[in-house]
Structures are given as structure tokens and as C-alpha cells.
């Protein structure tokens, strides 16, 4: 079994106990990550997604300031091989000049593939769209479906009149099992 690093993650989340997995948590600071494995990295979003914006105007989070967290998992992945996970739409894209993913297809250049996936295709409850950046051989298929979620992600009071609940900040950013094992095969396929 290939034994892979999980960069970002939480230290008692899914990937914490896993077998061939090393987990690198907030308190190990991934950014210091050497190698030799390859890389499953979940880079902290909120200076990077949809609402980042708006953080910065409520909170003062500088949009992309996220201490170089982003930039060093792009490189652990490149370096390393592996795979990054980030929410659709992400700033860091264009930041970094990553191509935009498309939804149900791989897009490559040379050892580099982009796409974007549900994780509602893999139990999450809300639809989180998500973008992967992969680097290896040719990756995987994965289930590129559009499932009816239960739930919501967005914790803004005024996001539409969605009648499904909103899941709290936990639930919504853990990644489900069946994702997570998806990833696992991924980084070990790199």
C-alpha cells in the first residue's frame, strides 16, 4: 500500500486512523510538508471561496491571504503528485493560473488534469461543488452526478429562499467518507 500524506485536514477527521495515511494538521503546519509521499491536500478556503469577499469586508480577512497555505499545497502536489480539493469557483484558480475544471470530464495538460465534481455524488448532504487539481498518470473516473441535495451549505441568511436547512460549519466542510476514499485511490494512483 502506497502511503500518502493528507495536508489541511482535521486531526480527528476522516482521514485521522487510517491506514498509509500520514496526517498533517493545523498544528504540524502542512506548509512545512517534505515529502517523499504523495498528497491528498484540502489548502483552507475561506480567503479563496465565493464568499471571500465578503469575509474581508465583515472580518478584515485580506481576499487570498491565507499564509501561503494555497501555494504550498499547489506545490506539495506537484511535487509529490497527488491531489488538491478546493470549492468550485475558488479565487486561488485564476490567482495561481490553474485552468477552470470542468464538470464532468478531466481536462489535462501534460501530467496535470482539472475537474469539478459533487460530493453529493459521494454522500454529502449539500451539492459542494467541488474543483480537483490532480498530478500523475491519467486519473481515475469518478461520478460525475448531480444528486438532489437534502441540505445547504451557505451559512449567508439571505442565500435565496432555499427551503432545505443549512448544515452547520462542521458538517459542511467535513469531506464524506466515500470522497475521502475516492481521494485516498486518487493520490495512490499518482
Known sequence: MTRIAAL???PD???ANQPGIDVWDEKRDARK???PYPVIAHPPCSRWCQLAFINQKRYGHRVGDDGGCFQSALNAVRTW???LE???RSYAWSHFRLPVPQFGKWIGKGDEWFTEV???????????LTWLFFVGFLPLPLKWTLPTPTAQVSFCKNHGNSPLPRLGKKEASL???PFRDLLVRIARHA
Not at 118 to 128: D, L, P
Open 118 to 128: 459533487s460530493q453529493a455524488a459521494y454522500g454529502h448532504r449539500a451539492r459542494k
Open 86 to 88: 478546493h470549492p468550485a
Open 81 to 83: 503528485g497527488g491531489v
Open 8 to 10: 489541511y485536514v482535521l
Open 13 to 15: 477527521g476522516p482521514y
Open 175 to 177: 469531506t464524506p467518507e
Open 33 to 35: 510538508y517534505q515529502g
